[in-house]
């Protein structure tokens, strides 16, 4: 449905990014909980609108959100700061906060029966056969686990999480691919190579989609340089020190948040070589790939708390690239910031987006 888009793009009407905030709206929204969002057919969605403005916001008022990054432990005050403001101006993250609540007691009631995110959480709560039923809380004092059900805020919470998580960063992806792909037309066109070697007549949804996307080696070449380029995500790549050590003379006191700086890795010359603001896909050779540092590409953080959501995003983006690429060639529009400006809010977002022009092939 998103190729219809296409001609709006050429005409103006709307940049890729918004294009692709549909589309993937639409995806978590389904696979995740059932929340009704037709994004891709209604330009005025509530949930599109609502879920844009969340992110925006963190762009417009980045002091507050950075303040709860940096001091975690005053969630009570950010709270009730929120809370005074939801009722001085109205605040998207409560509307969709209510709506995930309401999706959530209606599950609970059984009223909708579905295979999604929310499903999963609720099954593996009130599995009677399972062993582990419940969500663990390590209690670091005696290093119990104690088991007990999520409530239904935690739930709404988690869905929230999931939906803001899963549809900007990899909206902002395919962003940030399309950019390099009009200013590098040479890897766009080997791209659409391998497209047309792989999908030869169309690119019908199948359930061999996945298998074929999974065997194109260049398609993911692009995929993970795009993201060397712009680890649009790694604001969050962020962890608490939970007890006072020594790392590399340097001393961190526990409860000390520590921020891994993803951007300068992934600029790194010793890593990467010395041409680290060029896109070239062949970093990611299988022999290339081999050589590097586990932790030197970090787009989806890295550890036990690494993204949940990177292979939904993978295949789900991967699909779009092919859908897209097997059908339009793009060009950049005369609107185009070469290079791309940047602007630093939850993600790092291109400031003026990537307008280009879609030609039929
Ligand atoms: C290209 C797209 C995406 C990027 C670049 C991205 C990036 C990230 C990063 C950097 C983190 C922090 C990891 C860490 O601290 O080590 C993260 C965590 C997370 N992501 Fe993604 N993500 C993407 C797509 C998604 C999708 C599609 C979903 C949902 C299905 C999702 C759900 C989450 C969740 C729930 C967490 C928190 C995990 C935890 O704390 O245990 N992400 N993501």
Redesign the pocket.
């Known amino acids: 449905m998103f190729l219809d888009c296409c001609p709006m793009i050429t005409n103006g009407l709307e940049t890729i990014s918004q294009t692709w905030m549909r589309l993937t709206l639409d995806t978590?929204a389904d696979c995740?909980f059932g929340l009704k969002s037709e994004s891709l057919t209604r330009k005025d969605d509530e949930c599109l609108v609502n879920c844009r403005n969340v992110i925006r916001d963190t762009t417009k008022r980045p002091i507050l959100f950075m303040l709860g990054f940096m001091f975690p432990t005053l969630h009570a005050v950010w709270i009730a700061i929120y809370n005074v403001l939801r009722h001085v101006t109205f605040n998207p993250v409560f509307w969709l906060q209510d709506t995930m609540t309401t999706i959530i007691k209606e599950r609970k009631m059984k009223l909708e029966q579905r295979v999604d995110l929310l499903q999963l959480m609720l099954t593996s709560e009130f599995n009677p056969s399972a062993n582990k039923i419940d969500v663990g809380d390590v209690d670091f004092n005696d290093n119990v686990v104690k088991k007990r059900i999520l409530t239904n805020e935690e739930l709404s919470a988690m869905c929230l999480?999931?939906l803001l998580?899963?549809y900007e960063?990899?909206s902002t992806?395919l962003a940030y691919i399309m950019y390099e792909l009009v200013v590098n037309p040479d890897v766009q066109l080997k791209l659409q190579n391998e497209i047309d070697h792989f999908f030869p007549e169309d690119t019908e949804d199948s359930p061999a989609f996945y298998h074929i996307i999974s065997r194109m080696e260049y398609l993911d070449m692009v995929w993970c340089e795009t993201?060397r380029k712009f680890p649009?995500?790694?604001t969050?790549?962020a962890r608490q020190c939970m007890e006072t050590c020594t790392v590399r003379g340097i001393r961190i006191p526990s409860g000390m948040i520590i921020q891994a700086n993803v951007w300068d890795i992934h600029y790194n010359q010793d890593l990467w070589g010395e041409d680290t603001e060029r896109f070239i896909p062949e970093r990611f050779t299988q022999e290339r790939r081999k050589t590097r540092h586990p932790m030197a590409w970090l787009?989806?953080?890295?550890?036990p708390?690494?993204?949940?959501?990177?292979r939904?995003?993978q295949l789900e983006?991967k699909m779009a690239i092919c859908k897209l690429l097997k059908h339009y060639s793009f060009i950049p529009s005369d609107k185009l910031d070469v290079p791309i400006k940047c602007i630093e809010g939850a993600t790092i977002i291109p400031k003026h987006g990537v307008p280009l022009t879609a030609i039929p092939r």
Do not use: E, N
């Open positions: 978590i995740g999480l999931f998580a899963g960063t990899t992806t993201l649009l995500a790694s969050v790549v787009p989806f953080g890295g550890g708390r690494t993204c949940v959501g990177l939904l995003a983006g």
